[in-house]
């Protein structure tokens, strides 16, 4: 069974940063498209940034341009996601995502709060 498991979410101040990191189990994230999510209270789930199993491309919601880089370990099976002068708008919960061109496997998120 494929398993996804987030971690290193937690509080920061404004202008602060946190590694998310999304470990992949069953499934080598080399080999398929990977991508973080967010939902922040009483909002939508929104696509934060993706990197593609061909060639590593990536993309990014425009609200964190700049300032959010996704990346993978295929050695770790880890997809990270470094996230850097970090606002209260970036106030969420978190998802890891797995496409396997069947089927959307998604981990059960790690909460990040900004706050002064």
């Known amino acids: 069974q494929v398993q996804l498991v987030e971690s290193g979410g937690g509080l920061v101040q404004p202008g602060g940063s946190l590694r998310l990191s999304c470990a992949a189990s069953?499934?080598?994230?080399?080999?398929?498209?990977m991508s973080w999510y967010r939902q922040a209270p009483g909002k939508e789930r929104e696509l934060v940034a993706t990197?593609?199993?061909?060639?590593?491309?990536?993309n990014y919601a425009d609200a964190v341009k700049g300032r959010f880089t996704i990346s993978r370990d295929n050695a770790k099976n880890i997809v990270y996601l470094q996230m850097n002068s970090l606002n209260p708008e970036d106030t969420a919960v978190y998802y890891c995502?797995?496409?396997?061109?069947?089927?959307?496997?998604w981990g059960q998120g790690t909460q990040v709060t900004v706050s002064s």
């Open positions: 990197i593609t199993s061909a060639g590593g491309s990536t």
């Open positions: 069953g499934r080598s994230v080399r080999f398929y498209d």
């Open positions: 995502k797995m496409f396997t061109g069947a089927y959307n496997y």
